[in-house]
């Protein structure tokens, strides 16, 4: 059994929505204002539609968490959705199903017509309220509980956006970070900036690209013996599993198909205090489906999202005929939103790991066999036998 597990539930025009997370040690200390600001940082972004006008997400607590510390016991988080007020008869869950007028037109991109298939719904709102990204609001809160519990055990995670429909950002220029953009370039910022506008002007949407970073974990989260104890192929699973991400690399990722080995491998030296150093990080901080020490950096594409103004060919699954899909309020860019939960996902799953190799019922437990285990391979090599 996995040693953190976790669910969402919840419509995007629903009540609310609900997460459950299992495993976190007892004895965490918890910042909920922290969480609330990790959901706020979801919502922005340039390019997002007219709903998060709408919705000011905050996290309630409903289990698992007592004078501000973790019990060790399932923790229960509830985010409300406002626009609910403007849905309470179309989502009711019980009354009358004519209230609301049946969406048909299944949009080229989404679940729509896949699930309104498999599931045999007649109206693909029953699939797209739940196929709505909405649900990673869910997931940010519950990576940021997870955040909290890495930062006590000093690893930090953050995103960065590296790409808006081909202008790429140079990560090397530090320029003040572009908030609704999350891009310390400021030139390919304005680009972006711009791109988003006549994207939006055209009734049309971008996609892009971010990077997340994972910095001070240990050495050998994950494992080389077991396909499915892989931390890549977990982290991998994570990433795209968030809604509308088609590609996901590790390290320089895609760039190994063109460079020779000796291009892509991190040599490997001892410092003059005997410390074991990389002077590259092309592998992004993982051989063998284990964490190398070196920071984890991982990123992933997002599709431009599917809904658009400009509405492509579709059928209406009532009876075949052609119509334009669905027309839906919606986002024209939500990669800077996407980098945030890929923080998310990313932090829940290195914490998996840490969980299932240092164990997790206290806190003070976890915390004293991370440092054992830190301690033991800060000396692993005996650099007193050297000869000087
Ligand atoms: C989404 C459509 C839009 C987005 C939504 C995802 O929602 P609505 O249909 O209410 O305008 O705003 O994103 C969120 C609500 C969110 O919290 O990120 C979709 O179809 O996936």
Redesign the pocket.
Do not use: F, P, Y
């Given at each position: 059994m996995s040693a953190l597990r976790y669910m969402t539930a919840g419509e995007?025009?629903g009540p609310c929505l609900t997460g459950i997370i299992e495993g976190i040690p007892a004895g965490l200390k918890l910042d909920l204002t922290a969480i609330n600001a990790a959901l706020g940082r979801?919502?922005k972004g340039y390019g997002?539609?007219?709903?998060?006008k709408i919705?000011t997400?905050t996290a309630e607590i409903l289990s698992g968490v007592r004078f501000g510390e973790t019990l060790g016991s399932p923790i229960t988080v509830m985010i409300k959705n406002r626009?609910y007020a403007n849905w309470t008869e179309r989502m009711a869950a019980f009354g009358a199903a004519d209230a609301a007028e049946k969406v048909t037109a299944a949009r080229p991109g989404?679940a729509d017509l896949a699930g309104a298939l498999k599931y045999n719904r007649r109206d693909v709102r029953d699939i797209?309220e739940r196929?709505?990204?909405?649900e990673?609001?869910m997931r940010v809160a519950l990576g940021e509980i997870v955040r909290q519990f890495l930062e006590a055990c000093g690893v930090t995670v953050s995103s960065k956006v590296v790409e808006i429909g081909g202008v790429k950002a140079s990560l090397a220029a530090n320029d003040a970070n572009d908030e609704e953009l999350n891009c310390t370039d400021n030139d390919a910022a304005q680009k972006m900036r711009e791109l988003i506008d006549t994207a939006k002007v055209a009734g049309d949407t971008v996609g892009g690209k971010f990077i997340v970073t994972a910095t001070n974990l240990p050495v050998g989260l994950g494992s080389h013996i077991q396909y499915d104890r892989r931390l890549d192929a977990k982290l991998a699973a994570a990433l795209m599993s968030i809604?509308a991400i088609k590609a996901v690399e590790i390290g320089i990722g895609c760039e190994c198909a063109r460079l020779l080995g000796s291009e892509v491998h991190d040599e490997i030296f001892a410092d003059e205090n005997g410390a074991v150093k990389r002077r590259t990080n092309r592998a992004g901080g993982l051989e063998g489906g284990m964490t190398n020490g070196e920071p984890l950096v991982v990123a992933a594409v997002m599709k431009p999202?599917p809904?658009l103004m400009k509405p492509l060919d579709t059928i209406d699954i009532a009876d075949g005929r052609a119509v334009s899909a669905a027309k839906?309020?919606?986002?024209v860019c939500?990669v800077p939103?996407a980098g945030v939960v890929g923080e998310a996902m990313t932090a829940l799953t290195i914490a998996e790991a840490m969980l299932s190799k240092f164990g997790g019922d206290a806190m003070t437990d976890t915390l004293a066999a991370i440092n054992a285990y830190r301690e033991r391979v800060r000396t692993f090599i005996p650099t007193d036998k050297r000869e000087r």
């Open positions: 995007s025009h979801r919502q997002r539609g007219g709903r998060m919705e997400d626009d989404h797209l196929s709505s990204a909405r990673t609001a809604q999202i809904t839906e309020r919606s986002d939500a939103a």
